[in-house]
């Protein structure tokens, strides 16, 4: 059973950088043909999907924060982390990252129970 575990700070400043870290326990991040996302959830809206790297260490980012989003992985530690630079209110959501088999999709086989994180001063 993969299980996925996110950590992080919970309150984050307005222009500040988020880091998220995500702990993968159950199976390698390196395991073919897999995806390891990061989703977000904000208040009162759908799931979004952010980006995600892939087994052989690819990354691919959602568009519309592709400019602000960076994905990397620890393969020693079987983590990988998500940074987020210049956040601001509208970035406030519960956080998640999960496996996948497809990229630049919401949808996952596993998922971390999310971490908040709140944009504020």
């Known amino acids: 059973q993969v299980q996925l575990q996110e950590s992080g700070p919970g309150l984050v400043k307005p222009s500040q950088t988020l880091s998220l870290t995500c702990t993968v326990s159950?199976?390698?991040?390196?395991?073919?043909?897999?995806?390891w996302s990061w989703i977000r959830q904000p208040p009162g809206k759908g799931l979004e999907w952010m980006g995600a790297?892939?087994?052989?260490?690819?990354?691919y980012y959602s568009p519309s924060l592709k400019t602000r989003t960076s994905i990397s992985r620890d393969t020693s530690k079987n983590q990988f982390t998500l940074q987020l630079s210049s956040v601001t209110p509208e970035d406030t959501a519960v956080y998640y990252c999960?496996?996948?088999?497809?990229?630049?999709?919401?949808?996952?086989?596993?998922r971390g129970q999310g971490t908040q994180v709140t944009v504020s001063s």
């Open positions: 999960a496996r996948s088999r497809r990229v630049h999709t919401t949808e996952y086989e596993y």
């Open positions: 790297i892939a087994y052989h260490g690819y990354t």
């Open positions: 159950g199976g390698s991040i390196t395991t073919n043909y897999y995806y």
